[in-house]
């Protein structure tokens, strides 16, 4: 594909768009696969009742993932997005059998290294190639409906294998819904999906924004837009790696079915994800700064209640809120990325946040189950909320009101700040 032939834009490029919509549905549905059923999958099949071991499975997810969206980003442009989403859903194929037969919890573990390794590949991969193909003003509605597909996913096959598992058991049959997502999300990636570089070179060619001079310090710690969105996105999935582990759990304990408890479980992601299709489109007109700072707050006054609460209706109220907190900021960090950073950059900074949100799902599970094992689940809820409220504080007071690419467009400022006793 030439420069000359392709065009920018959501409308010029729908059918390619659609194609990776349906594409990221399977991508979520791999996470759906494991949401619901793996924390009693581990008491159950192998005897295993701490919860710092039943999360050491999201540990080895979230390492896993982290690494592999910072390398997706940085080998986007070498390698060409497409063999990178294929290779990743290569890896996903062995995971439903590992789980199957499965002889020990090690297997499990192994099982989810594979799972973060292919989610970084493929998750990433489909957001840089949506990017790729849109225009900036549609950046966030492109972000909404790529992660409502996704999360919207995770809830249906949540739901899924609760109700799955609740009438046949725990295994082998919930993971049966993982064979054929795999095989799908191969199918339809290798047949129909084309690979979007053509795009970043069209773009490129005329666009005069300034580079960062180190995109992963930048990124991480220096640019106040940039280090404002990776710190909320590392305590988004600090808190999700918790909700994921300790929310199965903790209905248990209630004595909720399976049935209900996929239901708990799967309104939080579905909220979620629906929500994304009018959160990606909110974020390309209102204020990024201000939903950052109001969805990172919902966050974690739903987490903060979730102790206090008993009835299934609370529950799943507070699901549904967590939910669209949730849905508040995950286009928006994606979109406000692509809005600061020059297109050569974009996949590299793209990875480099997604190293930091994911590496919440570790953190999340090794400090959630050491404080669960140690003080209580209560007090793990208090203190995951607690720090997910001191997030939005880091977005309210640090991330300036404005979001414009580093340095402003002026080339000048740029030389200043390279040179500056120039």
């Given at each position: 594909?030439?420069?000359?032939?392709?065009?920018?834009?959501?409308?010029?490029?729908?059918?390619?768009?659609?194609?990776?919509?349906?594409?990221?549905?399977?991508?979520?549905?791999?996470?759906?696969?494991?949401?619901?059923?793996?924390?009693?999958?581990?008491?159950?099949?192998?005897?295993?009742?701490?919860?710092?071991?039943?999360?050491?499975?999201?540990?080895?997810?979230?390492?896993?993932?982290?690494?592999?969206?910072?390398?997706?980003?940085?080998?986007?442009?070498?390698?060409?997005?497409?063999?990178?989403?294929?290779?990743?859903?290569?890896?996903?194929?062995?995971?439903?059998?590992?789980?199957?037969?499965?002889?020990?919890?090690?297997?499990?573990?192994?099982?989810?290294?594979?799972?973060?390794?292919?989610?970084?590949?493929?998750?990433?991969?489909?957001?840089?190639?949506?990017?790729?193909?849109?225009?900036?003003?549609?950046?966030?509605?492109?972000?909404?409906?790529?992660?409502?597909?996704?999360?919207?996913?995770?809830?249906?096959?949540?739901?899924?294998?609760?109700?799955?598992?609740?009438q046949y058991g725990i295994t082998p049959y919930p993971f049966y819904l993982g064979i054929f997502i795999?095989?799908?999300?191969?199918?339809?990636?290798?047949?129909?999906?084309?690979?979007?570089?053509?795009?970043?070179?069209?773009?490129?060619?005329?666009?005069?924004?300034?580079?960062?001079?180190?995109?992963?310090?930048?990124?991480?710690?220096?640019?106040?837009?940039?280090?404002?969105?990776?710190?909320?996105?590392?305590?988004?999935?600090?808190?999700?790696?918790?909700?994921?582990?300790?929310?199965?759990?903790?209905?248990?304990?209630?004595?909720?079915?399976?049935?209900?408890?996929?239901?708990?479980?799967?309104?939080?992601?579905?909220?979620?994800?629906?929500?994304?299709?009018?959160?990606?489109?909110?974020?390309?007109?209102?204020?990024?700064?201000?939903?950052?700072?109001?969805?990172?707050?919902?966050?974690?006054?739903?987490?903060?209640l979730i102790p206090v609460s008993h009835e299934f209706y609370m529950l799943a109220s507070l699901s549904?809120?967590?939910?669209?907190?949730?849905?508040?900021?995950?286009?928006?960090?994606?979109?406000?990325?692509?809005?600061?950073?020059?297109?050569?950059?974009?996949?590299?900074?793209?990875?480099?946040?997604?190293?930091?949100?994911?590496?919440?799902?570790?953190?999340?599970?090794?400090?959630?189950?050491?404080?669960?094992?140690?003080?209580?689940?209560?007090?793990?809820?208090?203190?995951?909320?607690?720090?997910?409220?001191?997030?939005?504080?880091?977005?309210?007071?640090?991330?300036?009101?404005?979001?414009?690419?580093?340095?402003?467009?002026?080339?000048?400022?740029?030389?200043?700040?390279?040179?500056?006793?120039?």
């Open positions: 594909m030439n420069n000359a032939s392709v065009q920018l834009g959501l409308k010029e490029n729908w059918k390619q768009f659609t194609i990776l919509v349906i594409v990221n549905a399977f991508v979520g549905g791999m996470i759906g696969m494991e949401r619901t059923i793996i924390p009693q999958f581990a008491e159950i099949e192998f005897g295993i009742a701490s919860k710092t071991a039943i999360l050491s499975f999201i540990t080895a997810f979230g390492i896993t993932k982290a690494i592999a969206n910072y390398y997706t980003g940085r080998l986007a442009n070498r390698f060409g997005r497409k063999k990178l989403l294929l290779f990743g859903w290569v890896l996903a194929m062995p995971i439903p059998f590992i789980l199957i037969y499965a002889g020990s919890w090690n297997w499990v573990i192994f099982a989810n290294v594979l799972l973060g390794l292919s989610q970084g590949l493929t998750w990433s991969s489909t957001v840089v190639m949506k990017i790729d193909l849109v225009r900036e003003k549609n950046r966030g509605l492109a972000m909404g409906l790529n992660e409502f597909a996704g999360y919207f996913a995770v809830g249906v096959v949540a739901f899924l294998t609760g109700y799955v598992a609740n795999s095989l799908a999300g191969f199918i339809l990636t290798a047949l129909w999906v084309k690979d979007t570089r053509a795009f970043v070179h069209k773009e490129t060619a005329t666009d005069t924004s300034p580079q960062l001079e180190n995109v992963f310090i930048e990124t991480s710690f220096k640019n106040k837009t940039l280090s404002s969105v990776a710190q909320a996105g590392l305590i988004n999935n600090l808190n999700d790696g918790m909700i994921w582990g300790l929310l199965p759990i903790i209905l248990v304990s209630l004595n909720y079915n399976n049935e209900n408890i996929g239901i708990i479980t799967a309104i939080y992601p579905t909220v979620w994800g629906i929500g994304q299709l009018f959160t990606g489109k909110m974020s390309d007109h209102y204020s990024k700064k201000a939903m950052l700072f109001w969805g990172m707050l919902l966050q974690g006054l739903a987490i903060l549904a809120v967590l939910g669209l907190g949730t849905a508040l900021v995950y286009p928006t960090f994606l979109s406000t990325i692509a809005q600061v950073t020059s297109p050569k950059q974009r996949a590299e900074s793209i990875g480099t946040f997604r190293l930091w949100r994911d590496l919440g799902y570790a953190f999340g599970a090794v400090i959630s189950g050491i404080t669960a094992d140690v003080f209580g689940i209560e007090y793990a809820l208090l203190l995951i909320g607690g720090l997910t409220i001191l997030s939005s504080l880091v977005i309210q007071f640090r991330m300036p009101r404005k979001i414009s690419p580093p340095f402003g467009n002026d080339k000048r400022s740029v030389r200043k700040q390279n040179y500056p006793n120039r």
